[in-house]
Structures are given as C-alpha cells and as structure tokens.
C-alpha cells in the first residue's frame, strides 16, 4: 500500500465498512492476445508465479487494513483466470475466506475462456465456492474467431457451456461481440438463438471497440478490413432488443439480458455505484470520495514497485456519476432522490440543468419519466452514448 492510500485509510476503511463491497481481481495472464484487446496482459507466463502472490499477498493486506470488511460479491477477470492452476485458486480463495468477511457472499463469479477449461478444473472452481461463470464466446462464426485471434473455435464454444452446467455452474454467462469486420446482422442473431438454446443465464452483448491502438485497429486503418457502419450497428442492436426477451433473455442494462433473477450482481454495483476494491494489475477501486487504478505494468506491479493513480472526487462528479451509470439500466433512476441529494451538495441548479434536457428528450421519444423515475427508451438505448455526455 503507497503512502498516499496509507495517509486516506481511515476514510476508505469508514467507506469499506458502511456496506459490503464488491471484490474485482485481475489475473492478467493470457495464452495469445487477441486481435482487439487494449486490456492489461501479457503472454509471459513467467511472471504468473510471482503475479500471483503477490495478489495473494495483496488480499491480505487490504483485508487487515480494512479491518475485515464484510464483502458480497467477488469477481474474477482478466485476462484469462481459467489459466489459474487449481491450487493457486484453491489458495486465492482460502486468502479470500481468511482475509475479508463473506458471510454476506452472494455472487462469486469468474471469468473463463473456451479453450482453456475442462471438467476437472470447473469441478473444482465450483467446489471452492464459485458459483458464476462467464464465458468469453464472443462469436460462433470460426472465421470471425479467427479475425479477432480468440485461441477456441464455435464448437469448443458451444462444449465450454455444457462443461460448466456439468460442473455444477447454475449461473452461466456468455459473451457476445457486435460489429466485427465481415459480421452480418442475421449471424449475430442465429448465434443469440443457438447460446440461448443452451440455456444460459445471462448474455452480455458488446460492441468491438477499437478505441485504443490494437492490432486490429491497425488492419482497419490500412484498409483490409472494414468495420460495419454505425447503421449497420444499430441495425444489430435493434434485432436483438426485439430477439432475445423472446428466447427468455430480458434486457436489465444496455448490453446486459438475463433470465429473471440471473442478473450480474456484481456488475449492477458499478451501475449503482456502490464501493469496490480492485486488486492486481490495472484494476480500479472506489471507496467513499477515492477512486484509484493500480499500475498496469504487470513486472512493476508483481514486484510492489507501480504507484496506483488516485484521484479524489468532488461532490458534482461524484453526483454526475449516479445518472451516468444508472441511466444505463432498464429501470432508470429515482430522479426525486437524486434531486434530493444535489439539494444536500448544493448542487440542484446543476441536476435542474439536467433534468430540463432530459425532459426534452422525452419529447422526441428517447427518455421516459413516470412520475419522479425517469429511463432511457429503447431508442434511448441505441443512442445512449450521446444522451450520457451530458453528464460527462
């Protein structure tokens, strides 16, 4: 821990103990990288060793200065976590248990690649206590796996999901990618129909992004493969807003669709914005006004040396956020609360401004108020990424 966050400790162990938190752990190891990804990984299976205890190590120290803070949801990404031997997750999860509170343990979820489980390994995942899994499919189209260099073809897809009910995983997510090159909008639909056709639980549906340099990006940008037009998009998202509340996968956040009760727990935190603590490489916390990402050079980071970027949040940005994040849910906002709240930060000729836009886009149809709650309409939905600058 840097002194900067030893000098906030006792606001961010307040924050940790005025309700549970949410728990992200990064494991950062990948067996290829993908075409698309800009995330923190690395092929260099060396470092995982000493990555991973120093996460380990990481658990324990936080545990104890928090002082054992109560914890409700556990969520391990990467990065490919499935590439954890067994026993380093069997220790993880035992430092885990020792180290922070999980009576109050809802959700433990953890991300896994085809490719990269078998039976065995999920088996014992599940013993250990993890009860969510969510599988990075991303398509079904091998020639579309193969453009993204994901390491699984369709088939191995398709057997990681019956893998993971066999183990004993009840709550089974997949991923799928929108607006690859060469990707139609009847594909993406027919790989929805046969991923819902498993019986999953939950499917998050993204949009490739190429924001942040990326080999594929650099394919684009020399011209020998075209990403689909925004319409074209928007077309897919459309289809599948009408597909897949009717293969019983309804929609909760704007690229989240569930069956009922099987939302991620864990993710609508972010939406809530209810505190977490990240640990590993680049991973990002939010404890009361502190918001800090650890360093996202992996060697730094396993050898203690990488200094967290940390920011404190004044009360208009801490504000800003709540419509930011939750308009992003099916459900909307209490707009009467968060009205009350600006009122508490003196701030309500900031949420008044907002409210008299969202107000006019309910006339063209975008945002709908009942009463003092307001949502963002299926139009909304499509066009929510220009709707939310306004509280940028």
Not at 161 to 171: V, W
Request: aromatic content about 6%.
């Amino acid at each position: 821990m840097t002194p900067e966050l030893e000098r906030r400790l006792p606001e961010l162990r307040s924050a940790a103990q005025a309700e549970p938190l949410g728990l992200y752990l990064h494991v950062p190891f990948c067996l290829d990288r993908c075409t698309y990804c800009s995330f923190t990984t690395t092929r260099d299976r060396a470092l995982q060793p000493a990555t991973t205890q120093r996460l380990i190590a990481e658990v324990t120290t936080w545990g104890t200065a928090l002082d054992r803070p109560a914890v409700d949801t556990i969520y391990l990404g990467g990065g490919t976590p499935s590439l954890l031997p067994a026993e380093d997750l069997a220790a993880l999860t035992a430092a885990l248990r020792q180290a922070f509170d999980l009576g109050p343990l809802v959700e433990a979820t953890l991300e896994a690649n085809p490719g990269t489980v078998d039976l065995a390994w999920l088996s014992q995942a599940r013993d250990l206590g993890w009860d969510r899994i969510s599988l990075g499919v991303q398509a079904l189209d091998d020639a579309l796996l193969a453009h993204l260099g994901r390491i699984h073809g369709s088939a191995q897809a398709l057997e990681s999901l019956d893998l993971a009910e066999r183990a004993g995983f009840r709550r089974r997510s997949a991923d799928l990618m929108v607006g690859i090159p060469g990707q139609s909008l009847a594909k993406v639909v027919a790989d929805a129909r046969t991923l819902a056709a498993t019986g999953l639980e939950h499917l998050s549906v993204y949009l490739l992004d190429l924001d942040k340099a990326c080999p594929l990006r650099g394919e684009i940008d020399a011209g020998r493969l075209a990403l689909p037009s925004e319409d074209e998009v928007a077309d897919v998202f459309e289809a599948l807003q009408e597909a897949l509340p009717r293969l019983g996968l309804q929609p909760y956040e704007i690229s989240n669709y569930a069956r009922p009760g099987a939302e991620s727990i864990h993710n609508t935190r972010y939406w809530e914005r209810r505190p977490y603590l990240g640990l590993g490489p680049s991973a990002a916390s939010q404890l009361g006004e502190f918001r800090w990402v650890e360093s996202s050079v992996i060697p730094a980071w396993a050898e203690g040396r990488g200094e967290p970027d940390v920011q404190e949040l004044d009360a208009a940005e801490i504000l800003s956020e709540v419509p930011l994040l939750g308009l992003r849910m099916h459900r909307g906002l209490d707009w009467g609360a968060l009205r009350q709240e600006a009122g508490r930060r003196n701030l309500r000729p900031l949420c008044d401004a907002w409210e008299a836009r969202l107000r006019a886009l309910a006339r063209e149809g975008l945002v709908i108020w009942e009463g003092d709650h307001v949502r963002l309409g299926a139009r909304g939905m499509l066009m929510s990424n220009g709707i939310l600058q306004m509280f940028v």
